[in-house]
């Protein structure tokens, strides 16, 4: 199956971006360069194109985690705006997918990884396939990675509850955060602006995506 590939990446850019409403051409072309299929487990390489999320942990993991779908990471990406000189923050990326696509379209990405085995599959995928501009990083990813604030734009790769304040803040002066807040059919895609100190934030569009973990907000008690 893997001369199709190329195909299938077409098709995923054609059907999936185009459709809707994906249009800036560095993302485009970004998406039909990166073969999607290496940073998926073995077993799921044949779904590596669907229109769906696709699980990258073996079964059983206590923490499922997912590679987004392509159309709303890449319109997420699109209401970024992100330049070729900006220093991105890729939070939860996975086994690389996101953060090699924002290589293509930044200046430089460090990406974020808490579970220790994806983070030594994105390193390893990443540096195989010549990323040479992403640093891969391992922490707990809702503290974000202050050592290298402050960043021009930080992608969220999954559902939050909210956005904490703490990665708000590690966004420099005109920098952009695009994170989905809510889950299921009630995920709103939001992007957050600073601007002297002072974050702004508007609504995208819907977007029922997996969560990332670490994210959650403790329930509350009413006595």
């Known amino acids: 199956m893997s001369a199709d590939y190329l195909q299938l990446r077409t098709k ?3 059907s999936q971006l185009r459709t809707t409403d994906v249009n800036r051409i560095p993302i485009l072309d970004a ?4 073969p999607r299929e290496a940073f998926v487990p073995s077993r799921r390489k044949a779904f590596a194109y669907l229109d769906e999320d ?3 942990t073996p079964p059983g993991s206590a923490d499922r985690r997912f590679l987004m779908e392509a159309s709303p990471f890449a319109k997420m990406l699109q209401m ?3 330049g070729k000189d900006d220093l991105v923050l890729d939070v939860g990326t996975g086994t690389g997918y996101p953060a090699a696509i924002l ?3 930044a200046g430089s990405v460090i990406a974020l990884e808490c579970d220790p085995t994806l983070a030594d599959d994105a390193t390893s995928t990443l ?3 010549g990323y ?3 640093a891969v990083v391992q922490g707990p990813l809702a503290e974000g990675y202050a050592s290298e604030a402050p960043y021009d734009v930080i992608v969220l790769e999954g559902a939050v509850d909210k956005v904490p304040e703490n990665l708000l803040a590690q966004l420099k002066d005109g920098g952009r955060l695009v994170a989905v807040e809510g889950y299921g059919n009630a995920g709103i895609a939001r992007l957050y602006v600073k601007h002297s100190e002072v974050v702004s934030g508007r609504r995208g569009f819907n977007a029922a995506i997996k969560p990332l973990p670490g994210f959650q ?3 509350a008690f009413d006595f």
């Open 31 to 34: 998406f039909q360069e990166v």
């Open 217 to 219: 907000s403790e329930p």
């Open 80 to 82: 970024a705006d992100i």
């Open 103 to 105: 290589s293509l379209v």
């Open 12 to 14: 995923m850019v054609d």
């Open 132 to 134: 040479d501009n992403v």
């Open 127 to 129: 540096s195989e396939l």
């Open 54 to 56: 696709i699980e990258i």
